[in-house]
């Protein structure tokens, strides 16, 4: 039996000949993607690649096959990516156009003011956040998500500002399934701290609560408090601003709200507990959206929305494609498609510069992987 150090020696040399032959295969991926650019075809050929994928299983033993599929798999990717590079200069698809079109025309700062739309009232987190992206905003108030979407869309409202996720309490699942019935471009996303406090009106004691509003998030992040405070009942609301100027405009005296401080001065109620949200690291990441794709300088984030061909692989092949590009994966989101069963919508938010090559490559070529694919925009985060 040979000893290791000769059987490595083997398959070094095994390795060597197999990227040997792959610098030759990409090669010859050139002399295709000419061929295709004279004769005006398509990069992705679907039955092409089927043939060799199917095909790759042949002649290697039946515990290699699957392995061999895969392989043939990422070096069909490979190829791809080789002649989409190649071609991307006489040959960019909508998406890569309306990359490249927003890029030149938007301008190269940030408007430091404009007509914003929001959900809640004032004091509300998301008034915070859009004062963070703008100096000077004019903010107009929605009871619902919804109204901030439709208010952007319909170019009621120049911008929408919606939170997103929250470090404790996770995704905001609302906006997330609004998301697929709605257009609109993520320009630039932020995080604010989030800090909860038990308002109540002037001459209230804690001791005298008995009925505790809030935004339903809100009250999940304070579950140790609320449930500290004996007989007390706890109601959702749709903001915690809301809440706040619900407590300040009622006539009974053993009401509170879980709402910011500065919400408490706005309102003129009492801090009867600050700060009472289970982890202190808490914030809330908010998106600034609009109807038109708008992509400023700096752009080091992209957000996209996927569904995949429903079979074994499709995810796989799909994360691959971002490992093989060295781009990281910030968020990876599944939500269930309305009207489709047991159907999914995946949710990314990826790190990489717009100015990147390997972002043009992403989106060059992740339409073949995809049912479909829809681009969110490219931002920055404000910090």
Known sequence: MAELPELRQDIDR???????????????SEGIAAYKREHGLPVFDPTRERQKVAGASEGVPADLRTYAQVLMELLMEASR????????????????????????????????????????????YSQIATERFFRHPSISYFDSFEGVFRAVE?????????????????????????????SFSVVR??????????????GTTLSEVRDVYSH?????????????????RVHVCENTAMAA?????SDRADVAALSSRSCAGLYGLDVLAESVQDRDNNYTRFACISKRLEIYPGANRTSLMIVLPHA????????????????????LESRPIPERDFEFMFYFDVDC????????????????LCQECRYLGSYAEVL
């Open 312 to 331: 074994p692989g499709s995810l796989y092949k799909l994360l691959a494609k971002f490992y093989a590009l060295d781009i990281n994966i910030l968020k």
């Open 81 to 124: 990516a080789r002649q989409h590079a190649l071609l991307d200069a006489g040959e960019k698809d909508d998406t890569t156009a309306r990359i490249a079109d927003a890029r030149a025309r938007t301008p190269e700062l940030f408007p430091p003011s404009s007509h914003v739309a929001c959900q809640g009232v004032e004091g509300a």
């Open 353 to 368: 510069p717009v100015a990147a090559p390997e972002f043009s490559t992403l989106m060059s070529t992740i339409g073949s």
């Open 154 to 182: 319909q170019g009621f409202s120049d911008y929408g500002v919606l939170p997103v996720e929250n470090s404790t309490a996770g995704s905001v699942n609302e906006v997330f399934d609004l998301m697929m019935e709605h």
């Open 14 to 28: 095994i390795d060597a000949q197999i990227f040997r032959l792959f610098a030759e295969r990409a090669d010859t």
């Open 245 to 249: 100027r619900q407590v300040a405009e």
């Open 189 to 202: 996303t932020t995080r604010v701290k989030i800090d909860h406090n038990l308002l109540a009106r002037p």
């Open 216 to 232: 339903e998030q809100a009250i999940n992040q304070c579950g140790a408090f609320l449930a500290g405070l004996d007989g007390v």
